[in-house]
């Protein structure tokens, strides 16, 4: 049988439609992705890759080459399957499917499809010779008992796990590394010449060197010792490791920045606006490691003029080169207790795109002239040369402006007739802010405080004072005002963009808020206005937090994205970040949309187009979540460590999470979570009700909640997983009674002796097969994997 592919047997040349768009990315075009596709698709066959160049007539060694890298990223984009015939086919949507492999702890996993739908369970025995984040196409297998699409793997397109960080065993003539992060739980097997002289305990980075297959293990090599397991700093050094974090700067980086010197020069000063004698003044935090917004605010005739000064962050980090491709690379700052990894060097994270006091700094500004009802009637850009005044902080501006510190007051006199205009403003914009709905959670954030060593001393909570939301404020309209502007001029951008909540998540939240006797207006849309008026109508009530906290887990996450979906939380039709651009990638894009426009280019010669800042919308959006990731990872370790030499000591706490395996409580004052397993529950059956958040004893009528107060005791922590168990000393638990319904049947036969673990809704567990693990497996309730 001929290999050639029966069409185009007649020698009609194929025509690309897109032929135009490749002609103007490459100066050597070749055929496009959407005519490759129609070529497999009419062929009716998969193609090696000869046939394919064979059809277009490509044959010299530089378009077989650019045709083997195209085939290659369709490869990795899920587009196409190479399959062990060395051919290419297609990927048909209604049965093979690509996407993202997701681990588990547990050992099975998750695909989650390039196409958005839900995503497909991988069992054990799948995973195998997977491993996280790999991409692959899979087939799909079936439905399993949950209702899960259950997917068979048919291709492991692109590996992306090359090095892995962990704690290296030695057990009699095998050494193996067990890695940091727990999605990967295959062990890597490293042999004996690979060692790389370290020792047994240590944490090592080992290079994959073999992929697992479905019979075989891992296998690496140590590249590099970080150093002893419990050494100060370590958890840092481990998370940055295992979530693969960009922390060294690449040479070509290092050489565009050295010849930057600590000085704005006279030259990069003209042609702006001279702002230096405006006291403009930052208003930051104790502990702020940069400065990259200011503000100025005065009265005027029919309300107030705001100068928003932000660091000119794209003077410096042009379009495309080194330290531009790094920025993106990394896409945000990531902060750590007492450590940062910054999106930019410090020469410009701290030196020349930080605002410091009493020095010359480049800057972009948005003027804002609002009225009397904190409304907008004008703005405009511009770009700045501008000069700190004072480099103030949360705390002092607070007791000058609210508890009318004369010391303070007297210290910057200067300043003080600016300040009380910028809080008149604050207030103005407050109102309208509650006018139009915004969200305003009232949330509990947490300071570590070390000592020596990096031992945790205490846990504090930060207080938010009105400077925090007066700088907020101004924050928020100058983000306002910059998405109006890029849309009014009509230029790719990217924006922040929170949708409402979903549909499944809503009508969990009115279920539960039906338990409580509670509505919410706005019926399938509710609006922030709806849920403002819920959470001030419960404010007075004893269980207050307890809905707050639903209200705000019913919230969808917020991502960045060129699509004008809105911002929920901050009832804006368009919001953008612009304020940040030395930490956020975003707002240096947002940056230079509005520097294109102001040098009055159209739309069409901007560096990047709508397709461009999709990609960087996922893309930046995924790098948040790593470093989010990274830096709870970094927090959880320090608090389980701190808790180490707390065991068998008791404490208060508030459920803050009730599961189908357990409650997880805050202890009050200390702010550190743990899990009470439902096996340390009082004897009874328990069963899981996920939308009123509760746990319900079937013979007593006990029930935990959210928000319920308990008293626990420490009774083991583990530092490896980063777990912390509790047991339950006593407490005041509610009765079923007090339910309006309850649907739980009762069981029949004697009552039980002991108490019961649910896997789904409810089971038995032996008494006898006491539970190690703070955080039992998870799989019994979990439908989908985001």
Not at 173 to 202: C, F, M, R, W
Request: charged share 30%; hydrophobic share 35%.
């Amino acid at each position: 049988m001929s290999d050639s592919p029966d069409h185009g047997s007649d020698n009609k040349p194929y025509v690309d439609p897109y032929a135009a768009r490749e002609a103007e990315k490459y100066d050597k075009p070749i055929p496009s992705r959407e005519l490759i596709l129609q070529l497999i698709t009419e062929t009716g066959k998969p193609l090696r890759r000869q046939q394919i160049a064979e059809q277009f007539g490509l044959h010299s060694e530089e378009e077989l080459e650019a045709l083997r890298r195209r085939l290659r990223a369709m490869e990795r984009d899920g587009q196409l399957v190479f399959n062990r015939r060395q051919k290419y086919c297609l990927v048909n949507s209604q049965s093979l499917i690509a996407g993202r492999v997701l681990g588990h702890a547990d050992g099975f996993g998750f695909l989650q499809p390039d196409d958005g739908s839900d995503d497909l369970f991988l069992s054990p025995r799948e995973m195998r010779s997977l491993m996280h984040h790999d991409k692959a196409v899979v087939r799909i297998q079936g439905i399993d008992r949950k209702g899960r699409r259950e997917g068979g793997l048919v291709e492991i397109l692109e590996r992306n796990t090359r090095q892995v960080v962990g704690r290296l065993f030695k057990e009699r003539s095998i050494n193996y590394v067990i890695p940091e992060n727990n999605k990967l739980t295959q062990h890597v097997l490293i042999d004996k010449e690979d060692l790389y002289n370290a020792k047994k305990g240590q944490i090592v980075i080992a290079e994959i060197t073999e992929y697992p297959t479905s019979y075989s293990q891992p296998v690496g090599k140590i590249i590099e010792i970080l150093g002893d397991h419990m050494a100060p700093g370590m958890e840092i050094e481990m998370a940055i490791r295992s979530h693969e974090l960009p922390h060294e700067w690449p040479q070509d980086v290092q050489d565009e920045i050295a010849s930057l010197t600590a000085e704005v020069p006279e030259q990069a000063k003209q042609g702006r606006t001279d702002l230096r004698d405006i006291p403009l003044v930052t208003i930051d935090g104790e502990d702020a490691r940069d400065f990259d917004d200011a503000v100025y605010c005065q009265k005027t005739d029919k309300g107030w003029k705001l100068l928003v000064a932000i660091a000119d962050v794209s003077h410096y980090v042009e379009v495309n080169k080194p330290l531009d491709v790094e920025a993106k690379n990394r896409s945000t700052s990531v902060y750590f207790p007492e450590r940062v990894i910054p999106m930019l060097p410090e020469i410009l994270s701290n030196g020349l795109c930080s605002l410091n006091p009493q020095v010359d700094r480049l800057c972009m500004v948005c003027e804002l002239y609002i009225n009397q009802e904190g409304q907008v009637f004008r703005s405009r850009f511009f770009d700045a040369v501008m000069r700190s005044h004072a480099r103030l902080t949360y705390t002092d501006v607070s007791k000058i402006l609210v508890d009318d510190n004369k010391r303070l007051a007297k210290k910057h006199a200067d300043l003080l007739p600016h300040l009380k205009e910028l809080y008149a403003l604050y207030k103005v914009l407050r109102k309208q802010r509650e006018a139009r709905g915004a969200l305003d959670f009232d949330t509990q954030e947490t300071q570590i405080i070390f000592g020596e060593d990096r031992k945790i001393d205490e846990i504090v909570p930060r207080e938010r004072n009105d400077a925090h939301k007066l700088i907020e404020e101004c924050m928020i309209t100058a983000n306002m005002a910059a998405a109006r502007y890029l849309i009014r001029h009509k230029m790719p951008h990217l924006l922040r963009v929170h949708e409402g909540p979903g549909t499944e998540k809503l009508l969990n939240l009115r279920t539960f808020l039906g338990e409580a006797r509670l509505h919410m207006g706005g019926g399938a849309k509710p609006t922030p206005l709806d849920y403002m008026a819920l959470l001030e109508s419960v404010k007075d009530r004893e269980d207050a937090h307890l809905i707050q906290t639903v209200l705000l887990r019913s919230m969808s996450q917020a991502v960045y994205s060129p699509e004008k979906k809105g911002h929920f939380g901050l009832a804006l039709d368009a919001y953008a970040h612009f304020t940040s651009p030395i930490r956020r990638y975003p707002d240096l894009l947002v940056h230079r949309a509005i520097r294109h426009c102001l040098q009055k280019k159209p739309p069409e010669a901007f560096a990047y187009g709508l397709p461009d800042m999709l990609v960087m919308g996922e893309h930046c959006s995924a790098n948040e979540r790593r470093a989010d990731d990274a830096t709870r990872d970094v927090v959880s370790w320090l608090k389980c460590e701190y808790m180490t030499n707390k065991i068998g000591e008791e404490f208060s706490g508030l459920i803050s999470a009730v599961t189908g395996f357990g409650l997880f409580v805050e202890l009050q004052k200390i702010y550190v979570e743990g899990l009470i397993h439902i096996s340390n529950l009082p004897d009874d059956y328990f069963h899981f009700d996920a939308t009123s958040h509760q746990l319900i004893g079937e013979r007593t009528g006990i029930r935990y909640r959210l928000g319920d107060k308990v008293k626990v005791r420490v009774v083991q922590v583990n530092l490896d997983d980063r777990k912390i168990d509790f047991e339950l000393i006593n407490s005041n638990p509610r009765k079923r009674t007090s339910l309006k319904k309850d649907k739980t049947p009762p069981r029949k036969g004697p009552k039980p002796s002991k108490k019961t673990s649910p896997s789904g809704k409810s089971g038995r567990n032996k008494p006898e097969k006491k539970k190690q693990s703070s955080k039992p497996k998870k799989s019994s309730t979990r439908k989908k994997h985001k």
